[in-house]
């Protein structure tokens, strides 16, 4: 079978030209407005509760639109942007160490190694200072300096210190208080609150979007809800390699359903690998723990110089340590972004140095900062992370070094948008991790943060009245034939999962899965490698509908239902990876192929050949899909070979 067909060129049409500066003030300037009035008579469905999808019911609410907001988990507060830890990105220059919103434009749109669009990251750079001003306005207990003005702090790719943050919570401290702001709205009547709700399908009449068809997670029932447009704000896909930093819950079906049923897919093989997690220790384990990159402000990377020495990392002398991030890059040293740091951590421990009973493990160590500033000041900026890290392992990192390693952590692929943030259906928007837009092939430490409060507060309120002033669209009915079929699909689907009665379990096709696409489809990818991923992959999906076991009904409680939809979509969604990884035959951020690598073993672009987002059309399960390109254009940040020594 042909692995895919070309189709025709896609284009971000929405994005004005001339100067980049005055890009976004132009377009919203150009857009057209809803009235105070109006706006009540339109509903906006928001699937996802996190940063993006929290700050976007809120602020739509605000604004007077009808809003209804969907989420899997018992609480909007327990969407997994709870979980990041180290900062936020703005360029704010309180340090006045030479920042600005050019050089966060900059070390972006260098940071993802020359993927990204210029006019979305250069938006994404001038919203940046709003949102630190939008969080301290709420109450956002960011860290403080001595004399009262905000703190920051460096993150990797950038020589300056943009990050604000709050110890080792600014994921959590930045969603409470979007879950406030959303709270308020739903006291005010304005937010529809679904909690414990999934989507399954999309909703899509007369080329629009219009509505999804949920499940309630507790009583089994299916419904279907419609709107005037619908946002996607449900994150990303980094557990389809099942050992992954995301919450077990996390997955792909609500961007795969709408995927499905026309939206284009955009750059599937972009996976970021994160340099600073806990190693893996046994089989048993079925997610791994992120170490926030912000440790490594402080902490020193290091390992044996010899292979094979398994002396206590206190006993081994300086003359004997390799600090081999600062050796091999020492503009950047230990803040070097996240591919690079991972590739590096992999390679010394292939080379027989790594730490750890499996050997696969880099000593993260902070006893130069202790002794520099003193045990009270380490465990002010990190005391929780040091405390997560002593209960997971047992070991206290004030006394011996943490081991980290690299583990699946953040997809910057995700479903194509234009610059007002629509996919190729209209009225379906798409925000947060759950797009491809601003990170190209490798997002820099602390813009995860930024990019989905910058979506939810400032763009998607923006732009997605430009779409709405055509509104309010045709009422729709639970007859309407669209309905109906959307409806009848899901209940098919979930009736065939059931009616399997194999005698496997979800999780073990998971974990197998998982392991494919690790080992060839991770860190480092072939065409060999790729090629024996895409058959096992489809001869493991044949198994799965034939072999797979979901034990009860769809009448109530179902977990094992649940995770088995999720994980037909994994499979689906790993196909494409391969596929979208197998074609692009570059290296570039988190895709680094074995066959294009520098003589220092760097990643190697081929910008004459691949400078374009791969836009994926689905057209079956068993059918190739179709390359639509986007070419990418660079006036201001021209593209040199990514170095950071």
């Not at 600073?276 to 048993?284: A, L, N």
Request: net charge negative; aromatic share 8%.
């Amino acid at each position: 079978m042909e692995l895919f067909t070309h189709g025709e060129p896609i284009a971000d049409t929405k994005a004005p030209d001339g100067p980049i500066e005055t890009r976004w003030q132009r377009r919203r300037f150009g857009a057209k407005l809803v009235n105070p009035a109006n706006r009540r008579k339109l509903t906006v469905i928001v699937v996802g509760t996190g940063l993006a999808g929290g700050s976007a019911a809120a602020t739509l609410g605000e604004l007077g639109y009808r809003v209804k907001s969907y989420c899997y988990q018992d609480s909007p507060r327990r969407a997994h942007s709870i979980a990041a830890q180290g900062g936020i990105n703005a360029a704010k220059n309180y340090r006045n160490d030479g920042d600005s919103i050019q050089r966060l434009f900059y070390d972006t749109v260098k940071g993802g190694d020359f993927r990204s669009r210029e006019s979305n990251v250069r938006r994404l750079a001038e919203v940046s200072v709003e949102i630190i001003d939008q969080a301290v306005a709420q109450g956002v207990p960011f860290a403080r300096e001595y004399g009262g003005l905000l703190d920051t702090r460096s993150f990797g790719g950038a020589q300056v210190q943009r990050t604000f943050y709050a110890r080792g919570q600014t994921g959590q401290q930045l969603l409470l208080g979007a879950y406030q702001a959303l709270e308020r709205q739903i006291g005010l009547g304005r937010v529809e609150m679904h909690s414990r709700h999934e989507m399954l399908e999309l909703i899509v009449v007369d080329g629009r979007a219009r509505g999804i068809v949920v499940r309630d997670l507790v009583s089994g029932e299916i419904t279907t809800e419609y709107a005037d447009a619908v946002v996607l704000a449900s994150g990303g896909y980094g557990n389809v390699f099942y050992l992954s930093t995301n919450a077990k819950g996390c997955n792909v079906t609500a961007t795969w359903r709408a995927h499905r049923k026309g939206a284009l897919f955009a750059n599937p093989c972009y996976t970021q690998i994160h340099p600073t997690c806990i190693p893996v220790s046994g089989d048993h384990q079925s997610k791994l723990t992120l170490m926030s990159e912000s440790l490594r402000n402080d902490g020193r990377v290091w390992v044996p110089k010899r292979a094979g020495d398994d002396r206590p990392p206190r006993e081994i002398p300086e003359d004997e340590r390799d600090y081999f991030l600062e050796r091999m890059y020492p503009s950047f040293g230990n803040l070097v972004p996240r591919d690079i740091a991972s590739r590096a951590a992999k390679g010394v421990c292939d080379s027989g140095r790594g730490v750890g009973a499996t050997g696969l493990g880099v000593y993260l160590d902070f006893a130069d900062a202790i002794d520099r500033l003193g045990r009270s000041t380490i465990a002010d900026r990190y005391g929780n992370l040091f405390e997560m890290y002593q209960r997971i392992t047992g070991e206290d990192p004030y006394e011996v070094p943490m081991r980290i390693y690299p583990a699946v952590h953040y997809t910057m692929g995700g479903l194509w948008v234009d610059y007002d943030l629509e996919s190729t259906i209209p009225g379906l928007f798409v925000i947060g991790e759950a797009n491809f837009s601003d990170h190209g092939a490798n997002r820099l430490g602390a813009s995860a943060l930024m990019q989905g409060l910058a979506d939810g507060y400032f763009v998607l309120p923006s732009t997605i009245a430009d779409y709405l002033s055509a509104g309010p669209f045709e009422p729709l009915t639970d007859d309407h034939p669209e309905v109906v079929a959307a409806r009848d699909d899901v209940a098919d689907r979930l009736a065939r999962l059931l009616a399997c009665n194999g005698d496997r379990t979800v999780d073990s096709f998971h974990r197998e899965l998982g392991q494919i696409m690790w080992d060839h489809c991770g860190m480092e990818r072939s065409d060999a490698g790729l090629r024996k991923a895409l058959a096992e992959i489809r001869s493991l999906r044949e198994q799965f509908w034939q072999r797979v076991r979901v034990p009860g009904d769809g009448e109530g409680l179902n977990q094992a239902l649940e995770k088995a939809g999720r994980v037909a979509d994994f499979f689906e969604l790993a196909e494409l990876m391969c596929v979208d990884a197998l074609h692009r035959t570059e290296s570039a951020g988190g895709h680094f192929r074995a066959e294009s690598q520098t003589a220092e073993g760097e990643a190697q672009r081929d910008d004459d050949h691949f400078s374009y987002v791969a836009a994926w059309e689905f057209t079956g399960a068993d059918r190739p899909p179709v390359l639509h390109r986007e070419d990418l254009n660079f006036e201001y940040v021209h593209p040199t070979q990514r170095s950071y020594k």
